[in-house]
Structures are given as structure tokens and as C-alpha cells.
């Protein structure tokens, strides 16, 4: 005779049906990217570089609908605005990165003013936070106004609830500098541009 089967423990079961709708997400997000990739030479890639095309629109566009996931590259530094290793994880902090074409450096900005990467997760800025050096993380969308941002058009992006620009920490440009709200001051460390 068999002995009975044991219980599995009730949050155990959500944690593991909330990782796999995550990773179904983040696989359908891939495979989109890779159908709709422009063709380009390979050379141009580097493991685990996932190309993302290029919308088709201007930087005005971006407020009027939802586009195809393109990068944002910083004017003073060159680099891509990039979550740190392709974490999926609340909380993690924004930063610049060599842009790659990366699914962590693709952003679509929606028509509810969201900036989401991986299809799920909003750019946001950290605790409804309103004072300078403010983190800008990622989290799950939630539609708070934290989570909202204005693409403005001389380049600035400014988040809605705090009245802040996206800014390269202390006009830094390397690899892993954070990204977080400071007083608009028209700095080229203030200004993206989409590719």
C-alpha cells in the first residue's frame, strides 16, 4: 500500500505558477523580438544579444500610442538606459549600459505614459519617491502615477508623480552608472533619445 500523498504548501504553489507566467512572458517577449528582428550582420551581435527593431517614428510619436520596444540611449554618455543583467526582480535599480538590443534595454512606451521592459515591468520611480536621487527601478505595472512618465520633446523624459527628469547620476557615463530623478536642469545626462 502506497502512503497517502503529502500537501503542498499553498504559497510554494504561487511562487512557482507567478515564475513560470514570468518566464512564459519573458519567452514570448524574446521570440517576438527575434521574428520581428531587422536583419543585420551578424558580427554586430555578441552572445546572448537579442536584436530589437527600431520603430519606425519619430520621438514626438511616442506620446500618441504604444510602439515596439526601442532603446534609450543617453545624449552625454551614448549608452542604453539597461536593467542590470536581465533581472526581472522589483526594485532593481535602472542604470547605463553599452546598448546591445538586449531585451533589458527594450522599452515601449504605452499610451498610459508607462515605459515597460519585458512586457510586464514598468520603469519606476522607487517608494513614490519625489526628492532627488530618487531610484528609478523596475517594477510590476500597477498604473500609479510613480510609474508614469512624459517623453518630453527636447528629450527629456520626466516622471509624472515626482516632476523629475531621468538623470545619469552625478553626469556620470560608464557602464553600471544609476538612473535617477533629479531637478531638470537641461543637462546632456537629462536627455535620451530613441533608437
Keep these: ?33 527575434l521574428v520581428f528582428a531587422q536583419p543585420g550582420p ?15 517614428m519619430g520621438w514626438a510619436s511616442w506620446n500618441s500610442f504604444a510602439t515596439d520596444g526601442t532603446l534609450l540611449v543617453g545624449a552625454q554618455s551614448g549608452r ?7 533581472t526581472i526582480t522589483n526594485g ?16 515601449t512606451y504605452t499610451s498610459r505614459k508607462e ?15 519625489t526628492a532627488n536621487a530618487t531610484k528609478v527601478v523596475i517594477w510590476d505595472c500597477n498604473g500609479q502615477d510613480n510609474q508614469k512618465w512624459t517623453l518630453n520633446t527636447d528629450g527629456t523624459i520626466t ?7 531621468q538623470d545619469a ?5 560608464g557602464n553600471g552608472t544609476s538612473l ?9 545626462n537629462q536627455k535620451w533619445s530613441r533608437t
Excluded at 500537501?7 to 517577449?29: K, M
Excluded at 542604453?80 to 536581465?86: F, G, K, S
Excluded at 515597460?116 to 522607487?126: E, I
Aim: aromatic share 8%; hydrophobic share 45%; proline share 7%.
Design 80 to 86: 542604453c538606459a539597461d536593467i542590470y543583467n536581465n
Design 92 to 107: 532593481t535599480q535602472a542604470e547605463l549600459w553599452d546598448c546591445n538590443g538586449g531585451a533589458n534595454q527594450a522599452w
Design 169 to 173: 547620476y552625478n553626469a556620470a557615463t
Design 159 to 165: 516622471n509624472v508623480h515626482a516632476g523629475l527628469c
Design 42 to 56: 551578424a558580427s554586430a551581435l555578441t552572445n546572448h544579444q537579442i536584436p530589437v527593431p527600431a520603430a519606425p
Design 115 to 129: 515605459l515597460v521592459v519585458y512586457g510586464d515591468k514598468c520603469l519606476d520611480a522607487y517608494n513614490l519617491g
Design 1 to 33: 500500500m502506497y502512503p497517502p500523498p503529502r500537501p503542498i504548501a499553498e504559497g510554494f504553489v504561487r511562487r512557482c505558477t507567478t515564475a513560470a507566467v514570468r518566464a512564459l512572458v519573458l519567452v514570448l517577449t524574446v521570440a517576438a523580438a
Design 180 to 188: 535617477v530623478l533629479w531637478s531638470c536642469d537641461g543637462g546632456a
